[in-house]
């Protein structure tokens, strides 16, 4: 639900806009609603007050998504207030990869891949802070509450606090790359949800994936990487951000009721440790 400053909002920039679809997921508190007018469609996204998503979004448009806007592989930022939590968008057509034919097919991941990789080429830094601030994320969701065994979250526990924290290169990340937030139109695709862009380690964006596609078939890592054309999994780096990714899978949807998400993380758990011991 959006509030009374941000329906204001909307009412000032689009003068009597037609609701077409509410496109929220009602996991997390951030509408995204389909608008129309005066023939044109919009999104907009509303933030409630524990949001976060909106200012990361915010600034992935203002700072990174011109390699993908030029080319119209990502909406456009038409208006924003950060502080009512709101943007605006230009309304982008095509077809959602995840659960349709496309998504197995190679060539929606070999532009995947060219997409990211022009992404994560414009911009890198040196930073000394990353790992330790993970580190201390992960030992914190061990904290919270979730069905992690108690066992298995003292091996966790002690896994994570082994791990070093060196100095790494930072890119400009998407931070949920994986066909739900691909869209194909006219075997085009594009990218759309900014809400957990920021810096991090380019191998970050190869988590999703990882678990889920390159699992059922092969061929769509290979296209991937061979859009990418390279493949930044440092194995000592990989592990950690797998372990990482796993933990917070599985505590984040145990908080938010994700059943099926949660299974996931228990199942990228389990994974990564049978690797470690491997």
Do not use: C
Not at 11 to 22: I, M, S
Not at 36 to 59: F, M, N, S, W
Not at 232 to 239: K, L, N, Q, T, V
């Amino acid at each position: 639900m959006i509030d009374e400053r941000q329906r204001l909002l909307l009412q000032d920039w689009l003068p009597g806009a037609e609701v077409v679809k509410d496109h929220s997921w009602g996991l997390v508190g951030t509408t995204v609603l389909e608008l129309r007018h005066d023939g044109t469609q919009y999104v907009a996204k509303a933030g409630d007050p524990d949001d976060h998503h909106i200012a990361r979004e915010l600034r992935a448009h203002r700072e990174w998504l011109e390699p993908w806007t030029s080319r119209g592989r990502a909406p456009q930022l038409v208006q924003a207030d950060a502080e009512a939590k709101l943007l605006l968008t230009r309304y982008l057509p095509g077809e959602l990869v995840e659960g349709s034919e496309y998504e197995q097919l190679p060539d929606v991941y070999l532009q995947a891949g060219e997409l990211l990789a022009q992404f994560h080429q414009q911009l890198a830094v040196e930073d000394f802070e990353f790992e330790a601030n993970e580190k201390k994320k992960s030992l914190a969701a061990l904290g919270k509450p979730h069905r992690i065994a108690p066992e298995l979250t003292d091996r966790l526990r002690a896994e994570v606090e082994s791990w070093p924290t060196p100095g790494t290169t930072l890119v400009p990340t998407h931070g949920d790359w994986q066909p739900r937030n691909w869209l194909v139109h006219s075997g085009v695709v594009s990218v759309i949800d900014f809400g957990r862009a920021g810096l991090r380690p380019a191998l970050t964006d190869f988590a999703r994936l990882a678990v889920q596609q390159f699992q059922t078939d092969p061929a769509l890592e290979s296209a991937f990487l061979h859009g990418y054309g390279s493949d930044p999994r440092d194995p000592e780096a990989w592990r950690p951000n797998r372990l990482r990714e796993a933990i917070g899978t599985a505590v984040w949807a145990y908080q938010v009721n994700d059943t099926g998400f949660e299974e996931q993380g228990h199942r990228m758990i389990a994974e990564a440790l049978a690797d470690s011991v491997d």
